[in-house]
């Protein structure tokens, strides 16, 4: 009980820290670094849907600078489309998988969770994107209702994020 609190406590700080930054650039980077913290994992990439393009993009993706893909290809775009988290612990079996984008970074993927992330009107408006939990372990079920959780807080500001950038 007492981690859980602790963890809801954090969740806390983190909204308030959030509030004050705004611009996606500002804001994209805390939330990956929670969102890597609360789950255990090496990396956390926070895509944005752009409908109009047909891509997902990252500002910053933990690790990488941006990265833009097809909306219709690999796990993140898999679970925009599906609207259904997507677990992946042996990606390079997967034919989802984005395996270039590895090769231009040199970063070995063990493991992927992909949740989307939704509108007040359950539109999926992004996907976060975790990679390689940290001890040796996979990802599970347990991960994706943390996550489902940490998207709810959290989609109120993509849904900012979102605006801003179409107003670039």
């Known amino acids: 009980m007492y981690k859980d609190i602790a963890t809801f406590n954090r969740l806390a700080s983190f909204g308030k820290e959030l509030l004050h930054k705004p611009l996606p650039e500002e804001g994209l980077p805390i939330i990956a ?50 609207k ?14 984005l395996q270039k984008i590895d090769d231009e970074t040199g970063y070995i993927t063990q493991n992927i ?4 992330v939704f509108d007040a009107f359950r539109h999926p408006i992004g996907v976060l994107q975790f990679l390689n939990k940290k001890d040796g372990e996979d990802f599970n079920q347990d991960d994706v209702k943390l996550a489902t959780f940490f998207n709810h807080y959290i989609s109120t500001y993509l849904e900012l994020a979102k605006l801003l950038e179409d107003n670039k």
Do not use: M
Not at 39 to 53: A, E, G, M
Not at 88 to 95: A, C, I, K
Not at 113 to 116: E, R
């Open 33 to 82: 670094s929670y969102a890597v913290e609360l789950l255990n994992s090496d990396r956390c990439s926070v895509f944005v849907y752009d409908k109009k393009k047909n891509s997902l993009w990252t500002q910053i993706s933990d690790g990488v600078d941006k990265i833009e893909i097809d909306a219709d290809k690999g796990l993140a775009g898999s679970a925009l489309h599906s």
């Open 84 to 97: 259904e988290a997507i677990i992946v612990n042996s990606p390079y079996e997967d034919r989802r998988f």
């Open 113 to 116: 969770l992909s949740i989307p």
